[in-house]
């Protein structure tokens, strides 16, 4: 049983940061982070593929956010600066076996990717 389970989410003030961390009972190829919000759909932030270090931003995040693992922990993180409020959202840790890295640079933003997912924390970034 493949578990994903996430947490660093909380309220902040536009400008600050946070790191959200997501531990999986296992090692996965694959770990991303999506984000959804009220009347929006789930969408992609950030993707990380274990072979190569390969990380996929959203356009919407980049320069501003981070994500990085540490496998021996199998765990991935999302560091967060410069925290706007359209960041306030859900935060979904989302992960799969995947053995192949090849698809991966075009569907890492793909909800169907993956075949796990945590059950989500909650970021809100207000003044």
């Known amino acids: 049983q493949v578990q994903l389970v996430e947490s660093g989410g909380g309220s902040v003030r536009p400008g600050a940061s946070l790191r959200l961390s997501c531990a999986a009972s296992?090692?996965?190829?694959?770990m991303a982070w999506f984000r959804q919000s009220p009347g929006k759909e789930r969408e992609g932030v950030a993707g990380h593929y274990y072979s190569g270090d390969s990380r996929y931003y959203a356009d919407s995040v980049k320069g501003r956010f981070s994500i990085s693992r540490d496998d021996a922990k199998h765990t991935v993180y999302l560091q967060m600066n410069s925290l706007l409020p359209e960041d306030t959202a859900m935060y979904y840790c989302a992960a799969d076996f995947m053995s192949r890295w090849s698809s991966y640079p075009d569907t890492w933003d793909s909800a169907q990717t993956y075949e796990y997912w945590g059950q989500g924390t909650q970021v809100t970034v207000s003044s």
């Open positions: 296992v090692h996965l190829n694959s």
